[in-house]
């Protein structure tokens, strides 16, 4: 008779009956992971330390993750100055946050497939692939293994700040412009995959030398012109665009101003105003005030989509009537357009209104590094500071700055699996 030991009350995690961890390591292992310090490095120290070899680190990463998927993490949290839905949001995209991934794999999704995704299965599916490492024999492949895909793959946002369970993903609608193009990849040239070499760093360089057969010794300059060089051979440049551009899109963030991250989205293709669509569509409220660095984009793509509604209303999310003199009035600094339900709800309530607000006017704003980069004159009717109640309180880089910090886990987050 098998009889598997999982008796947590002595203090013992038990991964695949032949790797024991103590709970005491996996809190260790959690809190190194929140403070950018990947596994690997753990391991690594402890070895150091006790002068002993230990389990390979893959293995130990696959318990430390067992362990946290069949612990019990209760998510009754809120932003205590924002709620369940915050009424101003800031929303980026973290481009470093990747994994590989190759496209051609990914089947359409069936036709009768519209975007509708459960969230709960989705991520008790992940768990399930989790906690199945540890119950495998030696070579078996995992049957709860979780492959990106168009029809089941689901972004995260918090249960009392989405609509319902049932979520959108409509990332397929991303192949329908380029569905009857066989060489897609055709369109960049080798001078643009030369300079996009420049954009990599030189470890990654050297290691792209390698795989191509080349010298790995020299100076940037010199392995990149050696890579340009072997890009005239069809084989070579299909490589190094896979190592450049063959990654998934990044993660869509959403925040309050404070910070918070309220929904996340694994992009499995680039970015587009479509994957915040998707989010803020599936929110039990809709913010009034969306700051992005691309308002515009993003208005007109959820006012189509939602055609019947207009989330993005009155005029299509920006601040004020797109006339001549607002316009003008606006790139001068000098239009002020108050909303004070910001600071002090309504006391008569508008129809199909936020709560915190009482009002169901919905705008798009640029944050300040992006506000100057758009061509259309009318955008100037987007910038915060034209709000006195958002100037000067909403800080429009949040994300960023959350970014900022997640960089320092790049080193080892890339190089895992999605």
């Known amino acids: 008779m098998m009889y598997r030991y999982q008796e947590f009350t002595d203090g013992i995690h038990n991964f695949n009956d032949h790797l024991l961890l103590s709970l005491h390591l996996c809190v260790i292992l959690r809190n190194a992971l929140q403070n950018h310090t990947a596994v690997s490095r753990v391991m690594s120290i402890l070895e150091a330390t006790a002068k002993a070899k230990f389990p390979s680190k893959d293995t130990v990463l696959h318990g430390y993750l067992h362990f946290e998927a069949m612990s019990s993490h209760a998510y009754s949290y809120t932003c205590i100055n924002c709620g369940y839905y915050p009424k101003v949001v800031i929303m980026d995209l973290h481009k470093k946050g990747v994994f590989s991934i190759p496209f051609s794999k990914i089947a359409t999704p069936p036709s009768e497939f519209k975007g509708d995704t459960n969230i709960v299965s989705f991520w008790e599916s992940v768990t399930m692939e989790m906690i199945g490492r540890g119950f495998l024999s030696s070579g078996r492949k995992n049957p709860f293994v979780v492959c990106p895909s168009y029809d089941c793959w689901a972004p995260w946002i918090g249960p009392n700040t989405r609509k319902s369970d049932i979520v959108l993903n409509t990332e397929y609608a991303k192949l329908q412009k380029t569905k009857s193009c066989d060489v897609p990849d055709l369109d960049v040239t080798e001078e643009r995959l030369g300079d996009e070499l420049f954009n990599l760093k030189v470890d990654a360089v050297r290691k792209l030398c390698k ?138 309530e508008d129809t199909n209104c936020h709560p915190l607000t009482g009002s169901s006017e919905h705008y798009a704003l640029y944050d300040r590094f992006h506000e100057m980069n758009t061509k259309d004159p009318r955008d100037a009717l987007r910038r915060v500071q034209v709000v006195p109640e958002l100037c000067g309180w909403v800080n429009t880089q949040t994300a960023e700055q959350l970014f900022a910090a997640m960089r320092k886990n790049n080193y080892f987050l890339n190089m895992l699996t999605p």
Not at 234 to 245: E, H, L, N, P, V
Not at 259 to 285: C, M, Q, T
Not at 318 to 339: F, M
């Open 211 to 348: 795989e191509c057969g080349l010298d790995s010794k020299g100076s940037r300059m010199d392995l990149v012109l050696r890579l340009r060089t072997e890009m005239q051979n069809r084989s070579a440049y299909d490589k190094i665009f896979q190592q450049i551009w063959g990654a998934s899109g990044g993660w869509a963030v959403i925040t309050c101003p404070c910070g918070v991250v309220y929904s996340i989205k694994f992009n499995i293709r680039a970015e587009s105003p479509r994957d915040y669509a998707d989010l803020l569509l599936s929110w039990k409220h809709f913010p009034n005030v969306v700051i992005y660095d691309f308002a515009r984009g993003l208005a007109a793509h959820v006012n189509l989509r939602e055609a019947d509604s207009l989330p993005f209303s009155p005029h299509e999310g920006r601040l004020a009537e797109p006339t001549t003199a607002n316009i003008q009035l606006a790139k001068e600094g000098k239009l002020k357009v108050n909303l004070p339900w910001l600071k002090n709800k309504k006391e008569e």
